[in-house]
């Protein structure tokens, strides 16, 4: 399949370059997009591509709740940005019939729905800190109505959708996946049938290696069909209108209204103890970076000073400079 020729100076290639990655040895570029099975495609991936670094896990800083989470920094998956490479390379990555260029989507209810819980609902660390406060929880006697919570977040993101698309995981795919930049060879509906193993069919054929995807990030478990009817539906289609337009998703049919999913008591409670947990984690994290970033500020301050008043005779190689 050709591919459109766009040159790096392009602005939709700038703009995905910041988020595309690229392995070259398997000569794959993979855009990724958040709640469309990209933990499970960048560990195959990274996997695949032999760049995986598991030893590096226990000294990030960074707040991840889960181990599989840590394939989001490339210091653990080894993957290149596309906008760190050349201009003669992204070319080749975009032109050339010997790399494969490929994306996953999916059905952007379904996907709002996960980035809720996930972002909202459970509190995961990101950059939605306004949207507990214009999506907070519906009580019902103290326990939380998921159904009606789920509905307030779709009013909450209809009205004002700049506070929570601060935050990728509720950006549209449409502004993700962009294929007026690239042609993509392979564009996976996650959601069907045989989706993800098809992409793991691409890493093995290319690796030699026996890649198979695991699931992560599993959800709490409520169906999407316990917590969402046709007028919350309604308002999220209108959200990712784009998203309809540029990749033709069939808008599903959702119940006129649906019984309340109400948590229990103790329900209720263990959700309020594992938020607690995660913002407990969050803050140490963040304290923990705040305090590495104070160090190597305080460094390159000594390091500059001495470089000037030795007239560049100290600290004067790359290595010396940055750390």
């Given amino acids: 399949m050709t591919v459109h020729a766009v040159g790096r100076s392009t602005p939709a290639v700038r703009h995905i370059g910041r988020s595309t990655l690229v392995a070259p040895g398997l000569k794959v570029l993979y855009t990724p997009t958040t709640k469309v099975a990209c933990t499970t495609i960048k560990w195959m991936l990274a996997e695949a591509e032999g760049s995986l670094r598991t030893d590096v896990i226990p000294r990030l800083l960074a707040a991840n709740l889960h181990r599989s989470q840590t394939i989001h920094n490339r210091h653990v998956s080894g993957l290149q940005k596309l906008n760190e490479l050349p201009p003669h390379q992204v070319e080749e990555i975009l032109e050339s019939p010997e790399w494969i260029r490929l994306a996953a989507l999916r059905d952007p209810v379904a996907r709002s729905y996960s980035a809720w819980e996930n972002r909202i609902f459970m509190r995961a660390p990101g950059r ?113 209108r784009s998203d ?42 963040r304290a923990a970076q705040s305090k590495m970033s104070a160090r190597f500020g305080v460094r390159q301050i000594r390091k500059a000073f001495l470089r000037r008043i030795t007239f560049g005779r100290m600290y004067n190689t790359p290595r010396g400079i940055h750390w």
Avoid: W
């Avoid at 929570?164 to 996946?177: A, E, I, L, N, W």
């Avoid at 992560?216 to 478990?221: A, L, M, T």
């Avoid at 337009?245 to 329900?267: I, T």
């Fill in 244 to 285: 309809y337009d540029a990749f033709g998703f069939e808008r599903r049919a959702f119940a006129p209204s649906v019984e309340p999913y109400v948590l229990s008591a103790s329900e209720t409670q263990l959700v309020t103890l594992v938020r607690q947990s995660v913002e407990r984690v969050t803050s140490v994290s």
């Fill in 128 to 240: 939605t800190d306004g949207g507990f406060e214009l999506a907070p929880d519906v009580l019902r006697d103290g326990c939380i109505d998921m159904t009606a919570s789920f509905a307030r977040f779709s009013e909450a993101l209809e009205q004002q959708p700049q506070a929570f698309m601060r935050d990728h995981h509720f950006v549209p795919q449409s502004q993700v996946v962009r294929t007026d930049a690239v042609r993509y060879d392979l564009l996976v509906r996650v959601d069907e049938p045989g989706g993800v193993d098809s992409i793991a069919a691409v890493f093995r054929e290319r690796s030699g290696k026996d890649i198979q995807p695991q699931r992560h990030n599993e959800s709490i478990g409520v169906p999407l069909d316990r917590a969402c009817d046709a007028a919350t539906a309604a308002r999220l289609m209108s959200v990712y």
